[in-house]
T-cell receptor, first 109, second 113 residues
Framework: RKEVEQDPGPFNVPEGATVAFNCTYSNSASQSFFWYRQDCRKEPKLLMSVYSSGNEDGRFTAQLNRASQYISLLIRDSKLSDSATYLCVVSGGYNKLIFGAGTRLAVHP | DADVTQTPRNRITKTGKRIMLECSQTKGHDRMYWYRQDPGLGLRLIYYSFDVKDINKGEISDGYSVSRQAQAKFSLSLESAIPNQTALYFC????????????FGSGTRLTVV
């Protein structure tokens, strides 16, 4: 079983749609959680941290459920520029980060 | 200038050749990491270093070696390249602890023929 599992997608949505991505992780001791965005052939970039109480950054909302070991990312009012791969990231042992394989999002006009 | 710089950006090399990928950072972070990315597999950790005198193997270190020449520099070597080492390689840095996530370099696309 992978340490961080994501639905690979792709999710094909029209502009303006709301889309949600889910992620599960296996290490119950994980303390830090993130969503990264990666454009094709580019480096991953931090989109947002995920906090236990849930947090929002503009059109993006992240939720964490420690009991179920589940993380989600909600994108409202999708833009063409949101098209990318979204990586779920969880802290592992010795403060290393474990990356999911990513969920691909394609937003079309 | 980028916070984390990787060289070269692209490289084609032949099977059996030795190749070095370089990474330098201006973030002042102690922690540096080398990952490779393959389609469908996500990022996998090759080696990591928490300071100049600290080197640790990641999940896929076989066939690779690293050198931490200074706080700001961390290089990855393929002693004898093979075709299944064709991948996109990323260097990353973090502060301690890594609660703020990692900063990545732009990547090196390596092809072994």
């Amino acid at each position: 079983r992978k340490e961080v599992e994501q639905d690979p997608g792709p999710f094909n949505v029209p502009e303006g749609a709301t889309v949600a991505f889910n992620c599960t992780y296996s290490n119950s001791a994980s303390q830090s959680f993130f969503w990264y965005r990666q454009d094709c052939r580019k480096e991953p970039k931090l989109l947002m941290s995920v906090y236990s109480s849930g947090n929002e950054d503009g059109r993006f909302t992240a939720q964490l459920n420690r009991a179920s070991q589940y993380i989600s990312l909600l994108i409202r009012d999708s833009k063409l520029s949101d098209s990318a791969t979204y990586l779920c990231v969880v802290s592992g042992g010795y403060n290393k980060l474990i990356f999911g394989a990513g969920t691909r999002l394609a937003v079309h006009p | 200038d980028a916070d984390v710089t990787q060289t070269p950006r692209n490289r084609i090399t032949k099977t059996g050749k030795r190749i070095m990928l370089e990474c330098s950072q201006t973030k002042g972070h102690d922690r540096m990491y080398w990952y490779r990315q393959d389609p469908g597999l996500g990022l996998r950790l090759i080696y990591y270093s928490f300071d100049v005198k600290d080197i640790n193997k990641g999940e896929i270190s076989d066939g690779y070696s690293v050198s931490r020449q200074a706080q700001a520099k961390f290089s990855l070597s393929l002693e004898s390249a093979i075709p299944n080492q064709t991948a996109l390689y990323f260097c990353a840095t973090s502060d301690h602890p890594s609660g703020n996530g990692y900063t990545f370099g732009s990547g090196t696309r390596l092809t072994v023929v």
